[in-house]
């Protein structure tokens, strides 16, 4: 079974700066995904960016990336210049690529407040 | 376009009580799923349906059922509900459910007496 690890429950950063969520996982697979959600106060969760496994270079979506260690299984996601709208809950999880795998596992999430 | 809608978005109950929580997707994806999401315990998964007709056991599938008539419809529903099950329930959608990417509704916030 894989678990999702987020080690900080609540974070916060000033506008325009930034800041790194912290996720690490568990796995003997070799082949998955992994993804960071985030969930605005609106509830309605949104896919922010996802890493392939096999891939060596880590995702980036325009003030988002992440630093993808597999070897470590660490998966961090840097947002740069935040604003005022990255205020949110954000999951990191993980999906088993393979046949018959549909199970994202959620870490428990990291809340950011951006302050202005 | 609506994506995904989930109804009702609130409701109570009573320990006991029936009810069903309906999900409806407009972007004709094969799979869908039901989440619930408690304070601390992040998103797990209740079941899941990989195409009209099928359904499946996620993580904590205990106390619900599911089924997927219409491959646009996913119903969740609560048999004889207790208050472990007061909770934030998700519906969601992928295309393919091999690359993760789900669309998810606005949540149904449920509260067990």
């Known amino acids: 079974a894989q678990t999702v690890t987020q080690s900080q429950p609540e974070m916060s950063v000033q506008e325009a700066e930034t800041v790194t969520l912290s996720c690490t996982y568990d796995?003997?697979?070799?082949?998955?995904?992994l993804f960071w959600y985030k969930q605005p106060p609106s509830r309605q969760m949104i896919l922010v960016i996802r890493?392939?496994?096999?891939?060596?270079q880590n995702a980036t979506e325009n003030r988002f990336s992440v630093n993808f260690q597999k070897a470590a299984k660490s998966f961090s996601l840097k947002i740069s210049d935040s604003q005022l709208g990255d205020t949110a809950m954000y999951f990191c999880a993980f999906m088993r690529r393979g046949a018959g795998s549909y199970q994202l596992t959620f870490g428990k999430g990291t809340k950011l407040s951006v302050i202005p | 376009n609506a994506g995904v809608t989930q109804t009702p978005k609130f409701r109570v109950l009573k320990t006991g009580q029936s009810m069903t929580l309906l999900c409806a997707q407009d972007?004709?994806?094969?799979?869908m799923y039901w989440y619930r999401q408690d304070p601390g315990m992040g998103l797990r998964l209740i079941h899941y349906?990989?195409?009209?007709?099928?359904?499946a056991k996620g993580e904590v599938p205990d106390g619900y059922n599911v089924s997927r008539l219409k491959k646009q419809n996913f119903l969740l529903g609560l048999e004889s509900a207790a208050p472990s099950q007061t909770s934030v329930y998700f519906c969601?959608?992928?295309?393919?459910?091999?690359?993760?990417?789900?669309?998810f509704g606005e949540g149904s916030r449920l509260t067990v007496l």
């Open positions: 972007m004709n994806h094969e799979y």
């Open positions: 796995t003997s697979e070799s082949n998955y995904y």
């Open positions: 969601a959608s992928s295309l393919a459910g091999q690359t993760g990417e789900l669309f």
């Open positions: 890493q392939e496994a096999y891939k060596q």
């Open positions: 349906s990989v195409g009209e007709g099928t359904t």
